[in-house]
């Protein structure tokens, strides 16, 4: 089965400043998608960034970027300039190609600070 | 478009109850899935269905829990008898594939007392 570990249950950044979550993960898969959402106190659960692990480039959305190095599984979510709405627990999911459902972390809890 | 529709947004019952969950999945999305999110375990994926047929309930916990998809735009999730550790965030989320974007619904924060 696949597992994913995010090994900070929480981060805390200060506003403007760049903070990075980690997340490792464990499968024998070789094609498969990698994600990061986010839950902000209102509960709903947002897609933040995406990344295929067929393509090498790192995937970035604005302020958000990703660091996925495949050989030592690991996709860790960089956001820049934190902002006080960036506030929220971060998951970090996997899926397979060969599957149907994602996977998920734990979760990050990231406290932002003024 | 509107996006995964859930409800009730909260519910309170009492343990012994029955609890019916209901979701509302994207116009064109032919995978459905249910989670469960507590602080102790996380994100559960429960059931997912494919073209309303149930392809995988390996996470249902008991066999108080069952879920159906009559059509493809309606689906419940049922709790009989419920009891207070059932107590937790149900989400629903539908995408077009497999293991492409998850939309998720709002969530149904369950509390059984």
């Known amino acids: 089965a696949q597992t994913v570990t995010q090994s900070q249950p929480e981060m805390s950044v200060q506003e403007a400043e760049t903070v990075t979550l980690s997340c490792t993960y464990d499968t024998s898969e070789s094609d498969y998608y990698l994600f990061w959402y986010k839950q902000p106190p209102s509960r709903q659960m947002i897609l933040v960034i995406r990344q295929e692990a067929y393509k090498q480039q790192n995937a970035t959305e604005n302020r958000f970027s990703v660091n996925f190095q495949k050989a030592a599984k690991s996709f860790s979510l960089k956001i820049s300039d934190s902002q006080l709405g960036d506030a929220a627990m971060y998951f970090c999911a996997y899926g397979a190609l060969s599957g149907y459902a994602l996977n998920f972390g734990k979760g990050t809890s990231l406290l932002v600070t003024p | 478009d509107a996006g995964v529709i859930q409800s009730p947004r909260h519910e309170v019952t009492e343990m012994g109850q029955e609890v019916t969950l209901r979701c509302k999945p994207i116009s064109g999305h032919d995978y459905l899935f249910w989670y469960r999110q507590t602080m102790m375990r996380g994100l559960e994926l429960l059931i997912y269905?494919?073209?309303?047929?149930?392809i995988d309930d390996s996470g249902m916990p008991e066999d108080r829990f069952s879920a159906k998809m009559p059509n493809a735009s309606f689906s419940t999730l049922k709790i009989q008898p419920s009891e207070p550790r059932d107590s937790a965030v149900y989400f629903c989320?539908?995408?077009?594939w497999g293991p492409g974007e998850l939309f998720f619904g709002e969530g149904s924060r369950l509390t059984v007392l």
């Open positions: 269905f494919n073209n309303n047929v149930p």
């Open positions: 989320a539908s995408s077009r």
